[in-house]
């Protein structure tokens, strides 16, 4: 399983249920690296995508603790063990935690990849990714050179689990 995430350099990744950044090509990137495959997210991701609607080409997988949840296009899991029973058997490679910090935090240990987009400025934030350069199981495996959107520099990295 991997995780996707655009963070700030205190690796806050949303404010008031909203992302923190709008970069069309990380935009573009998400959508490229999650299409055709499965994404887990809590609710409050869920309502905060266009319409609150499960985005599309995706299998859609809610985590939420509440038990009369249903959305038209999403599938629900109320515990971390039954999210990991419906993607049992597929390509872990196609999928993808978005969301938000709660959910992050509680699938991270099973996680092999992070796909982050770095952001080299800071933003109000009450949600975070976990901070991966703070845990020793982490190691950036790849990063790309820093780009410009205005005035945002971000980078494109890579993390992966390290062998035990």
């Known amino acids: 399983m991997n995780a996707i995430a655009a963070v700030s350099l ?8 909203g992302l923190l950044f709008h970069i069309k090509a990380d935009m573009q990137r998400f959508r490229a690296m999650t299409t055709g495959g499965t994404v887990l997210m ?17 299998r859609n ?6 038990a009369a949840f249903h959305r038209e296009g999403a ?3 109320h515990s971390v063990e039954e ?3 419906l993607v049992r058997g ?9 969301g938000g910090g709660e959910i992050y935090a509680a699938l991270l240990p099973y ?13 109000e934030s009450d949600a975070f990714f976990p901070n991966l350069d703070a845990m020793p199981e982490w190691r ?7 780009l410009l959107e205005g005035d945002t520099a971000y980078q494109f990295m890579e993390y992966i689990r390290r062998e035990p």
Do not use: Q
């Not at 205190?10 to 249920?17: D, L, N």
């Not at 950036?140 to 820093?146: G, K």
């Open 83 to 85: 999210a990991l029973e």
């Open 90 to 98: 597929e390509d872990p490679e196609k999928v993808w935690v978005i």
């Open 140 to 146: 950036v495996f790849r990063s790309e050179a820093i």
């Open 10 to 17: 205190s690796w806050g990744i949303g404010e008031a249920g």
């Open 75 to 77: 599938e629900t899991a």
């Open 111 to 123: 996680c092999s990849r992070c796909a982050i987009t770095r952001v080299y400025e800071e933003r």
């Open 42 to 58: 809590g609710r409050r991701t869920l309502d905060s995508l266009p319409g609150g609607n499960p985005l599309p080409h995706r």
């Open 61 to 66: 997988i809610v985590l939420t603790r509440d």
